[in-house]
């Protein structure tokens, strides 16, 4: 089925992604495109609306991004957010400044009559990040919103269909934002809210049974989200002809490998494979303290694990990989330094006899993910599962890895997880967990001296793992997890909270 389709054209605003997530939770499909797409692409793609986002420029310097003046001739409704808004202004015949102060935070801002804030309060606050603004409307253009310092918080040519904002509907400071966004693909774009995941799930089972029915396929599952989801998708499909190959490094979390069995084997009655690789893995981590080395170690040993499990399959038609959008989008950008060699199963496709890549997600954002696995029946322990390193848990073991750490790690970590969720915390906290340090301090247990392990708890906020803050969890459910640890778990004698945020931290400490 074609589905009606936004384009979001990319300006480089740090907000982009949100935006293109905003359209979709609104069941309206949207795409992220850089803003050099070619004209005839867009005519080709058809698009029903075209976002102009924000982005760091001002539109006068010299490389500015821009955009060909024959766009606003398409007749397609376009609606311009902060950056996308002066760029608007500019090419329309408009004059942007740069005043000495910046425009920044939460902002009461006062609306007027527009299709745009139909229903929404006229005196209210918006979030603002900017510095230029629009001294001059272009022709044919009126003021639909104002601050106190920015004389044109909206404008829009409603003849031509040409809407702009200062402030950011897709933050959720700006006040019915989520309003704003609506009306603009509802009332001016005529979305008729064709996107829904239940519609996803159901096209996707028929496009893979056409296209896979007798086929051979193979995925290596891991036990997250994005694998689970694109192998169920695949199974509802096709059944057994799907084989799935879990390795079990020995470094996932406490009752994890079970669970992944128990729920993909025994109830979906999948075709799953576990390898337990488990000393193999600590063998080759034995002796070694440093994190890349210890990455690395698990991603080459991953890769010689599954390259054995798939000479047994022999050849295969297709290769799952769980690949989802916003991987799409990063992968078309400039590569970033690299902070810590991340590990996944990219390095699988060199050591599998296969014909084809499929990634059935590849279209989607994490939350459609999450949502397609309900719609699919997964439990929402998988589901809603927190991201997980793929070298587990010897990341978060510091210095070299041994089987009493992995245990008494897995012990904390789990109570640490289950007093959070007691507390109702689980959905708010983006990640949690524990991390055993290599020190060791003195403690007193009855009337002994004890001499054990510093764990320390982590537990951040974030929205793409980019950035992130540290969770200010109650002191007093911080003093139940503590006295648990504690006492349940062997080998620990205090326990410390990480109150760093990303950056100038990470969010893994190795
Ligand atoms: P950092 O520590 O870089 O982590 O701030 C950012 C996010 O990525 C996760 N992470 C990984 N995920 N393979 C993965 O699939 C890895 O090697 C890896 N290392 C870190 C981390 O849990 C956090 O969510």
Redesign the pocket.
């Known amino acids: 089925m074609q589905h009606q389709t936004v384009l979001v054209l990319d300006f480089g605003g740090q907000y982009n992604q949100l935006i293109a997530r905003r359209i979709r939770e609104n069941n309206v499909y949207c795409e992220l495109v850089p803003h050099t797409i070619a004209l005839e692409k867009i005519k080709e793609i058809a698009p029903i609306g075209i976002v102009f986002t924000g982005g760091p420029n001002s539109v006068y310097e010299k490389d500015a991004p821009d955009i060909d003046n024959d766009i606003f001739k398409l007749g397609i409704p376009i609606l311009g957010i902060c950056y996308g808004q002066q760029l608007i202004a500019k090419k329309l015949g408009g004059e942007v400044i740069s005043p000495k102060t910046r425009e920044y935070g939460k902002i009461e801002i006062c609306y007027q009559k527009s299709v745009l804030f139909e229903n929404v309060t006229k005196n209210n606050i918006c979030w603002m990040s900017h510095t230029d603004y629009i001294s001059k409307l272009p022709a044919g253009f009126m003021v639909t919103a104002t601050t106190a310092t920015c004389p044109c918080a909206a404008f829009e040519n409603r003849e031509k269909s040409i809407y702009g904002i200062q402030f950011h509907t897709e933050v959720n400071h700006t006040v019915q934002g989520d309003v704003i966004l609506r009306n603009f693909l509802y009332a001016v774009c005529k979305a008729k809210g064709d996107w829904t995941m239940h519609n996803f799930a159901r096209e996707q089972i028929g496009q893979l049974q056409e296209k896979l029915l007798g086929k051979k396929v193979l995925c290596a599952m891991s036990g997250g989200v994005d694998s689970a989801v694109a192998a169920t998708l695949i199974h509802k499909a096709i059944g057994k002809d799907l084989i799935c190959i879990f390795v079990d490094h020995g470094l996932l979390r406490k009752g994890e490998a079970d669970e992944v069995m128990e729920v993909f084997k025994d109830k979906l009655g999948m075709n799953l494979f576990k390898i337990d690789a488990s000393k193999q893995f600590l063998d080759k981590l034995k002796g070694v303290e440093d994190p890349e080395k210890k ?1 690395k170690i698990i991603g080459k040993e991953f890769i010689k694990v599954f390259e054995v499990e798939a000479k047994k399959i022999g050849a295969v038609d297709y290769l799952v990989q769980g690949t989802i959008y916003p991987d799409i989008i990063e992968s078309g950008k400039g590569v970033s330094a690299v ?2 060699s ?3 199963v990219g390095g699988l496709p060199t050591v599998v006899d296969f014909k084809e890549i499929i990634e059935p997600l590849r279209d989607l954002f994490k939350d459609e993910v999450r949502k397609v696995g309900e719609e699919l029946g997964l439990p929402a322990s998988i589901v809603h599962r927190q ?5 587990g848990l010897a ?1 978060r073991i510091m210095g070299e890895v041994t089987l009493e750490k992995i245990k008494t790690l897995q012990d904390a970590d789990f109570i640490f997880r289950e007093e959070i969720t007691k507390a109702g915390l689980d959905k708010e906290i983006w ?1 949690y967990f524990a991390v055993i340090t290599s020190t060791k301090t003195v403690g007193v247990m009855g009337d002994y001296r004890t001499y054990e392990y510093v764990l320390a708890l982590r537990a951040i906020h974030s929205l793409d ?1 980019m950035t ?1 803050t540290w969770a200010r969890i109650p002191y007093d459910v911080l003093e139940k997890i503590s006295n648990r640890i504690v006492n349940e778990v062997e080998h620990t004698n205090r326990i410390v909270y990480d109150i760093t945020s ?1 950056p100038p931290a ?3 400490w190795e």
């Open positions: 990455r902070i810590k991340h590990h996944n991201p997980f390193p793929g070298p990341i990640q793992a992130a990303k990470t969010i893994e």
